[in-house]
């Protein structure tokens, strides 16, 4: 008989994707979500509209399934989780822990918590030259704020629930994920989708605006990897808190002038040093993945960035070519 999963967050980037790669494993999929996905119909072989701040609708989303996935987060990029740490820590400490109480409830064989490199020191993470972050590294603890706490409790949270009563959970600690199908617009996009954006709306010879110096960095995983890391985190017997990225490190400078060889452009580049830019290095340390699963992320970030730049400047061709519609029509309208 085929499995079930629920995967919360299934109205969101990667919980889309994940609920793609899951049915094309055999599962059988409820998606949750407190919105339907942005670009398209649910693929879910269910889906079901829930708030997961409340208890009653976590048993709803858990009911009668064999693995949760719990992806259902308020989340954003630098720029939105800096911004509102008050409601996110609070929504996100509602869902986690409510979502988690309610898979144990429910005796779900298991359950995967999707935490972030935001649980890391900042002070491990002050110069572009980082050293990777190790798994033992997130203690003694200073994550970053709002989000990187509740990310480190909730790990810890199901830490106790595998220790006291023997529940099996996951925690995934994601490292900037990208690819199509992911927030571009709107002040939730992380770099890679903001520059792909910017890119795509400056013509041959603009100016892109960048955040900060340029000079800060990050590795940036595909979320084909991200997916297929999930699913094999899930079915291995590690409940330890694992990295989950690649080690490939490149300055946002770097990022853009890669964006803008697939694209195929010539542009300029500006900084602007009052936007939020996080930490200043940021890298993840795939030697306890590689010990766990014998496996790690591989796609590399010019490969996942092509596919990635061409639907972000898809989705804005379409929206400029139905503006355009729209005024075309507007003083037909007006004439009748
Ligand atoms: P996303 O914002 O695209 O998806 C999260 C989904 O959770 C959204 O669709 C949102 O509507 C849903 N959600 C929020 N509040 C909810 C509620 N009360 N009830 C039900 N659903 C609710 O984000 P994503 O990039 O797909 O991230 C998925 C998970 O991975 C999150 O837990 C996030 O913190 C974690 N993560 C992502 C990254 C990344 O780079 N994308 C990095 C680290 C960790
Ligand atoms: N968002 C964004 N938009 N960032 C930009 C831009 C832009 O236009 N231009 C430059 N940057 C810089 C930011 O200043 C930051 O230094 C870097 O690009 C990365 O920004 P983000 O992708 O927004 O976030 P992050 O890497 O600091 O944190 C993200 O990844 C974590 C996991 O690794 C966030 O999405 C976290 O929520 C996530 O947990």
Known sequence: ?????????????IGGHLVTYLRRHGYHVRGVDIKYPDFGP???DEFELLDLRSFEDCRKAVYGVDEVYNLAADMGGIGYISGAHASITFNNTMISAQMLKAAFDARVERFLFSSSACVYPQHLQ????????KEEDAFPAAPEEGYGLEKLYTEKLCQYFTEDYGFPTRSVRFHNVYGPYGTYDGGKEKAPAAICRK???TPEGGTV???????QTRSFMYVDDCVEGIYRIMQSDHYGPL???TDELINISGLVDLVAEIAGKTIHKSFDLSKPQGVRGRNSDNTRLREVLGWEPSIHLR???KPTYAWIAGQIQEAQ??????ADAAPRQAAE
């Open 243 to 245: 990295n989950l990225g």
């Open 199 to 201: 890119v795509a709306r």
């Open 321 to 326: 070519q139905e503006a355009q519609r729209e």
């Open 126 to 133: 002050d110069v572009p030259s980082v050293i990777p972050l």
């Open 42 to 44: 649910p693929t879910a």
């Open 1 to 13: 008989m085929s499995k079930s999963a629920v995967v919360t967050g299934a109205g969101g980037f």
């Open 209 to 215: 605006e960048i955040w900060g110096d340029g000079q």
């Open 303 to 305: 490969e996942g960035l």
